[in-house]
Each structure stands twice: as structure tokens, then as C-alpha cells.
């Protein structure tokens, strides 16, 4: 895989310094593609990983999916734990992590698990919590993993979202930040803010919000299909998601 890396930074990072983040050009450094459907742009977990750790801290991202959050941990020097319950997902990760580039200290673990039930990770154990849940059954992502968030429906995910914030709460050090990309739908025509009342999820399960960020989508082009549906039900396409970085 090696052989194939143009390049093992982005050229020109600045760490992102508002509340709104737009990422016109993907990211195509180290091992990351946009193969795997619904994964996130790298520039996020990077400016997460360095604005909220340090290099030596453990990390978890337990929706790993396309493995993004993993190269970019290895890249920084940051441990990660990455957590899945698909199989999938899990050999892309492992595929995505397997390179040498000597200043990529970070060790990366990889295990098959249910991001409800972290229970082989002890209380307070972690740094840092920098994952991209699926947003309901958007995009499904298996056919029948009993595991997967992606095969619910709005109303049976946002239920299942409370274990998993309550997890995330137990493992995560205090004063210590969970950042989690999460995005909108709509049914019938009408906005279902989903990702509100996973912010209120994990409010509940006692996090403080620190930032909430807008970030601009770059995939949602108004033309063909969805445009001419956009104007004959009057709607408009959602372009935008948000990134809610909680304090323990």
C-alpha cells in the first residue's frame, strides 16, 4: 500500500478556528479515499484529535466504518481504539491502518464490537472520543448485523443513541471531550432534526456542550434529479451537519 502514498500530510493545515468548517477538497493524503460511503473528510477528526489531545492519548472512535479517525490517530501519534460491528468495515480498517511512515507512532487496535456495550473498556479510561455515527437508516450499511444503527429507523435510533451516550460518558476521563459529527433528514418533506436530539441524548447522559459547529456538505449538488424535486415539492437540499464536542 505504501508505494501508492503521494503525499502523508495535507499541504497547508491550519486548525479551523470558527464555529463553521467547509472542506472543498476531501483530503487524499496517507491511506484515505472516499470509497466507503457516508465516511468523513479527515480534516475533521484531525482538527479534532489535535485541537482536544495530545500525542500519547488513548482515543476511541467505536462507528470506525471507513477508518478515517484511525489513520488520522496514527498520523498524530495518538493511541486509538476502533470499534465495529461490521466485518466489513473492520478489514478496511485494518487495510487503511497497515502502513509504515516512521513519525506515525500512534498504535492503532481494531476490534468487532457494538458501540452500546464497551464494556471491555474500563471507567474513565480514555482521552478523547472523535466518531461519526450513522445518521439512522440514510445509508445502511449491512443487510441484517443485529449491531448495526444504520438499520433503524429515526425513532428506534435515537433510543439506541441513549446506551451509547451513556457508554461514552462512562469511558471518557473528566474534562476530557466526545466529538460526534451527526447530520438531518427528512420525512414527507418536512426537517426531522435528528441530530438535535442526539446533542439532548448526550446532555442527558451528563456531558456539557463545549462547541457546536456547522459543517458545510460539498455533495449535495442541486441539479438533476434532486433539483427538479427540490423545486417541485418545495424543499431545500440539506448541505449542512454538525459537530457537537461534548465536555465531561
Known amino acids: 500500500m505504501q508505494k501508492n502514498i503521494k503525499k502523508w500530510q495535507p499541504d497547508d493545515f491550519e486548525l479551523e478556528m470558527t464555529t463553521h468548517w467547509s472542506f472543498p477538497k476531501r483530503g487524499d493524503w496517507a491511506t484515505h479515499d472516499a470509497k466507503w460511503r457516508g465516511n468523513w473528510s479527515p480534516y475533521i477528526p484531525r482538527n479534532i484529535i489535535l485541537r482536544y489531545s495530545q500525542e500519547g492519548d488513548l482515543v476511541l472512535d467505536q462507528f470506525a466504518g471507513g477508518g478515517t479517525t484511525l489513520v488520522e490517530a496514527k498520523l498524530l501519534n495518538r493511541n486509538i481504539v476502533g470499534v465495529d460491528c461490521n466485518d466489513e468495515a473492520l478489514n478496511r480498517c ?39 455515527p450513522p445518521y439512522a437508516d440514510i445509508i445502511k450499511y449491512s443487510d441484517d448485523i443485529p449491531e448495526d444503527l444504520s438499520l433503524l429507523n429515526v425513532k428506534d435510533f435515537l433510543e439506541q443513541m441513549k446506551p451509547v451516550a451513556s457508554e461514552c460518558y462512562r469511558v471518557l476521563k473528566k474534562g476530557k471531550f466526545c466529538a460526534i459529527l451527526m447530520g438531518d433528514t427528512r420525512k414527507k418533506g418536512c426537517m426531522i432534526p435528528m441530530s438535535f436530539d442526539v446533542m439532548k441524548i448526550f446532555q442527558d447522559a451528563g456531558f456539557t456542550l463545549k462547541e457546536l459547529v456547522i459543517k458545510e456538505q460539498h455533495n449535495c449538488r442541486a441539479a438533476g434529479y434532486w433539483k427538479t424535486n427540490s423545486v417541485k415539492y418545495n424543499f431545500l437540499l440539506i448541505a449542512h451537519e454538525y459537530l457537537f464536542v461534548f465536555r465531561k
Not at 114 to 127: K, P
Open 94 to 132: 485494518r487495510e487503511k491502518v497497515n502502513f509504515y511512515y516512521p513519525p506515525a507512532r500512534g498504535n492503532v487496535y481494531i476490534r468487532k464490537g457494538d458501540a452500546r456495550d464497551l464494556s471491555f473498556q474500563g471507567d474513565e479510561s480514555l482521552d478523547l472520543i472523535c466518531t461519526h
